[in-house]
Structures are given as structure tokens and as C-alpha cells.
């Protein structure tokens, strides 16, 4: 069983509400979007991400004979519905912002329009997949922020929440800027650049350091970059020193060294300065060790000879905010707007649209949310993907994404771009929208 | 590709270390342990969940052509690499504590016994796979520990990390003693009970809220838990009420209701009212939207009228503690003991065994942490679970498992049965272990 793309693969009120709409014919198309309610704490935007997957999940969505005559066993729901589903394809249409676009809260990132019970049954996975992808890529775009152009690269894998959390991790990740990953799954699913060292136990196995220096540097003559704190790191760098003579005759170049514990600017200074003296000036210190934004950012201020930097749970977890406050509405059906008014869950009603406006020298200024039918000025973020259950275009590369992400980062007002918390942004809502609200909660 | 079990879900450095090792015929048996370093915060005891997982993993270990074809691709392995990678599988041996034993910081719950590279290779999935369920279980665990004995279920599919955290959550909670799960492919991959209830998007699809709940009574007849907040919850309840007479006449009963918003001690305790003089006495109170161990308790404390609790984000985030601070790590090699020690993350060498004493009406009383061969008192936790490969036993049923859990639950000390931080459980470092520490850090 591959379950990632099941159809089974939600909750079990939507299939009896999908029960409950086929036996009252209730069929018509319903519009869903897809927001968040709130900024998640140390948070002043929010990116785009895991478009692609919902839209591989759409175009695939089947109930296998398998998963079928499993339903029919548990009793609970009857053969109309069972023979929908044998025959269920997604037929519907989907409009979605670019993922790596920046976005806030309210403002609906994907907009799902179908008939009923089929525009319900996808709720689930939807939301599993662009919740995570997305606070993944908002998280680690935090580290990309302060980095200043070093590179940062994905460790995570092993505290992901599971095997697709590490491969998304590492897709969200790189799409938000960073350079690569640890997981080779990552590399071969998505063409993530793959970067990777050497761990405690290669040196553990090695009755010697600098034998297992010696035997990591054969076996990867070009990706020699060794750890060095498995006992005592700077009596480490000094063996790395010491083993130039024997590798240089080999033409072996030492790339670069681990730091993963202690206090890694101290660690570093002092390995820099015995790498320099030792005719290393060219090997490169990449520091691992529960990084997250904030102690990036204090060895960056620090002014710590760190080339790279290698993030783990902090943000494959997304460890400070590991959900957002994010829904999967519904805002119309068969033609009549509607919102749900539950205490502190209200939501704007109807088919949206969000207007950006730019500042003269290209940066974001304001957003407005509308009704899609009320033509806004500035440029709309929603566009068409999927008709009638057609991709309307090829997937766009992860290449090309980073780029839309770098150049959505370069528009941000400065005061967003920090990780301590910056003023609000300016998310207008239309006079439109708001008369829109009224009349649905008159029953207009 | 089902990527849940590839040999590829792992980091390169596993990759390149075996490559290494092989170069070096470094192939001797490796003894690797899994173990938490520290508690996390607000955990007064962990939860041992994942083992099931790891050893399908182990079992089904090999790399596929389209992989061995796409490794070569890369140019960074060599071609004896492959060939190795070509045949692999796993032979090595396992022991572990039972799935629901609840363990303590230091004490290995896996070990891994196998050739290094392959040993080695198997690292990052397995810690993927305890890390998560365990945290999950002592996550889950918590809520079981307030509820008083009232169901609890898991609701938490769409803000999992992805679909197999959604899947495992269900499968760590459900061994932790929740009821059910509301991801129906969790019900079908584990025969975990599933529950449900319904949307708001159900009342609002209809013009009117009455009939929303008559169409899904009529759709859902044996299982009519009907939502009341999506506009005004004791008006919905009133509604509920009214419905009875049409209901009863087509013999149908109202199971009860969810609330999901607002002050659910309040609305219990109205709606209950409501109910009762509607006679609906025996119609129970469900409630969800955002809790946790600390809102059930309050509402527990309250002393209000709910019946049940759905536990989604917290549980399957564990969002206070979204990861723990875990290891797997190199403890012999070539019958040599060994141990890490790095800054803050040193560990203790050699094959352990944890040995736990019971007080006199059968509570745990301590633990001791010593080497394998050293033969201590009490209950041994580690037992074998596979040998060269195979599985000693068939899987233990869930089922089972919870009860083991729940055994568990009844013999921790009185003051660790708590949500809030209780003094530290005693385990016990052997006097022979800490001979054993001293030696290795010798180099004897």
C-alpha cells in the first residue's frame, strides 16, 4: 500500500457527509478555500508551499477495489455510496497562488471548486499537505533571513514526523532557499542537491581519529569534510592538519570540517585559526548541532568563521509553531455564499481574490481582499491551475520556484524582513467583501 | 514509489561512511542502541511506540533497481558500492522493549546488531520511525492520564506532518490508550475504530440548519452526532431538540452532539440543560477545537458535562515537545566498547540491559542501566524481537499493546500520574557501567 495518495486518506466525516449529500442529490458545485486564520507565533508572513502535491493528489485520486471492498466490510455506509466511490475521479477546478509566494492570514492560497461531496472528500489531505509544507517553508525561510547568503542545508530527516515529512521537509526547505538536504530520497524524488558528512560512530569504529580521517578522505576523496567533535574538537582540527602531507601526496584537498557540539563560535575561531596556521585556509567549517534562526543569527552577529550551516528539527518540525491556524472553508455553494460564525472562527464568505499593490520601488505595499467578482487594482495573486481536473500547465520546476521565492523575499517590506517580530501587514478588506458578509449573516 | 520504506529514506552520510567502511573491510558487528538523552519538557515519563514499523522497515530492507540506477547517476558512489547496495538486506539481530512500556531518559529501548555499514545505513528511518511514534504515545499518553476514563479520539489527520504522521499518530494514541481515530486509511491499515461526527461545511452547504441535521440523522441513522456550533450552539441545540419528534417517528435516536468553539464548559452545561429537558438525556456530549491534556483537564475539573474529547493538533504535533532529544548511537564495535564525548552528548558504552524493580504492590520503583553481561535484578526490558533478519515472533496485535499500556499506566509511581512536572522516576547507573565508561574513556 502506497497511502500517501489514498483517497482513504481522510477523515471519516467526510465520507458520510459525502453519503448524506449524494442521498439529498446535493451535487452542486461548492467553492472551498484554503487559508490561514492567524500568524503563528514569531512569524510576520507566510510562504506558499505544497501546491504540487495537492495537485498530484487531485489528478490521482482513486479508490482502489482494495480500499472498496475494505469499506463495504465496515458496515458503515451503504452500497450508493460505495459505488460512487469505485467510479469517483476528481473532475473539479482548482485556482492557487505560485507556491514560494508570500502570503498572510485571511487571504485564501487555493481555491477548490466542485461538486459536493467530492470538493469535501479532499479536505483532509489537502490541508495535511499544505499545512505542512507551508509552515515548513515559513520556518525556514527564518534561517534563509539571517543566513546572508550562506548556505544552509536540511538535516532533518531523522526528526521529521515521519518519512514524508522528511522528504517534504527537504522539498520546503529548498524551495524557501536553502541549498539542500541530507536525504538522499530528497535527491533522487525532487533533484534536491544532496550535502552530507560524516557521523560520531565512523570515528567511534575507528580505534584512532586520524585513522578514520584517513579512511573518510579515501573513500570521498572530493567531499572531504570531517567532524571533528567526537572527543576533543580542536585536538581534532590538529589532526586534520596533520594529515594534509599524506593527502596531498594522494591529491586529496580537505574541503572542509564539522563543528556539532559545544560553543560552536568559540570551537570556531580556535579551529579556524589552527586550519589557517596548518595550510588549510581554503577548508571550510560547516556547524550542525539543534540550529535554529536565532542561534544562526547570534553566530552570524558573532562574527563566527562559519561558511555553512546545517538545520535540523528546529525546522523540519517547524518547532516553535508545529501547525498553523490554517482551514479549508466553505464559502459558496450552488451559487450562495455562506461562513461559518463560530466563536473566534468566523471566515469571509464567497469566491475571493487577493489584490497586491506595490510601493514605487517594487515592494509590497498593501493587500486587498475582494470578492472575485469585484475587479481590484494591483496585481491578483489566484490563478487558474486545474480545469475539470486537468493540470492547465506543466509542474513549474523546484528551480524555477526558489527563484519566485528569492524574488518575493527581495519585495517584502524591510520591516518583515526580520525573525523578531515586525509590525502588521496591511491586509485590506474590500468594502465589497464586508457588504458581501453582512448580507450572508442577514440571509440575504 | 512508496518511499515509506526505501533504503533510500536516509541520510548520505550513511551512504558515503558504508562506502568507506566496505573500502576498509570494516564489516565486523556493530552494536548501535536507540535511546532518549533527556525528558522532554512537561514529560515525566516516555511511551516506547514505533517498533512494529522498524522492523517492517528492517524486514523489507533492499534497493531497488530505478534507485541503484539513480545512485549511480549521481557519480558520488562507486561501483562496489553498488554491487553492495545490489544484494542488501538486513541479517542483522534486534532487541527492544515491548511497544507501550514506558521508559526513562539513558535507557536504550533498541539495539541494532549487524555488520557497520548495514548497521549503519538503517540509522536515519529508524530514528524517523521511534522518534515520532514514541513522542506521540507520551504525548498521547498525558490526556489518557485526565480524561478519567472518558473516550478520547484522534482528530488530528490535518495538521499531521504529512500523510504517515497522520497514520502513525492514530496508531501511537491508539496505543496509548485513545479510543479511535477519525483518519479512515488508519482504520484500514491497523483496525484502529474510527469516529466522526460532521462538518460545519454540512450545516452551512443547507439554507437551513434544521434540516442539515434531519439530512444527515436520515444519511448517518446509527450514528447521529450532529455539530452545533456553526452559528449559534444553544439555538442549534434547541434545534436538535425539535427534530426529535420527526426522528423518533422513523426510528431514529440522536447519539449526541459536538461542540467545537467558544467556552465548552459553558456551552456544555446549557446545552446539557437543553438537552435533558428536550429528552435527550442519553444523547452525549462530544467536545473539540484545540485541546489538549491541560484543557481537558480543566474541563474535567469543572466538573462539566462531556462525554467525550477529540484531540487533534496537540496530540499529533506534539506541540509543546514536537521531537525528542534521541539517538542512535555506536556502542561496540568488534567487541569493543565505545561511546561519544562530545560536549553535552556524551553516552554510555556497551550493550545494555535496563532492569526494573517493583515495589511491593507492584509499582515500578527504579531502574538500573547496566552492561548486558552483568546479570542485575528485576524485570530485564530488552528482550530479542528478530535474529539474523527474521522476526522471533508474530506482530503483537494492537490491541495487546494497549493492554500492555494500560498495565503500565496502573504500576508508575502515584507521582509521575500527573500532567504536571513530578520528581524524577531513579535509574540507576550500574557501578559495573560506570566501570565500563571509564575504561573505554581510557582507552582500555
Known sequence: ????????????????????????????????????????????????????????????????QEELAWLDRTGLFRSELLRYLETLRFTGDVEAVAEGTVFFPHEPILRVVAPLPMAQLVESRIMNLLNFQTMVASKAVRSVLVAGGKPLIDFGLRRAHGAEAGLLAARASYLAGFSGSATVLAGMAYGIPLYGTMAHSFVQAHKDEVQAFEHFALAQPDNVVLLIDTYETETAAKKVVSLVPLLTAKGIAVKGVRLDSGDLADHARKVRRILDEGGLSHAQILASGNLDEYRIQALIDSRAPIDSFAVGTAMTTSSDAPALDCAYKLQEYAGRPCRKRSEGKATWPGRKQVYRSYADRGGFDYDVLTPLDDRGQGEPLLH????????????????????????????????????????????????????LAKAVDHGL
Do not use: C, W
Not at 449524494?22 to 514569531?42: D, N, S, T, W, Y
Not at 500547465?393 to 523578531?420: F, K, N, V
Open 1 to 64: 500500500m502506497n497511502p500517501s495518495n489514498s483517497a482513504l486518506l481522510t477523515d471519516l466525516y467526510e465520507l458520510t457527509m459525502a453519503q448524506a449529500y449524494r442521498e439529498q442529490g446535493m451535487e452542486e458545485a461548492a467553492v472551498f478555500e484554503f487559508f490561514v486564520r492567524k500568524l503563528p507565533p514569531h512569524r510576520n508572513f507566510l510562504v506558499a508551499a505544497g501546491l504540487e502535491q495537492v495537485l498530484d493528489f487531485l489528478s490521482g485520486l482513486q479508490v482502489t
Open 384 to 435: 487558474p491551475v486545474m480545469k475539470e481536473g486537468r493540470r492547465l500547465a506543466p509542474s513549474p520546476s523546484l528551480t524555477d520556484l526558489r527563484g519566485h521565492m528569492a524574488a518575493q523575499l527581495a519585495r517584502i517590506p524591510e520591516s518583515l524582513r526580520t525573525i523578531e517580530t515586525a509590525p502588521t501587514y496591511e491586509v485590506r478588506i474590500s468594502p465589497a467583501l464586508q457588504a
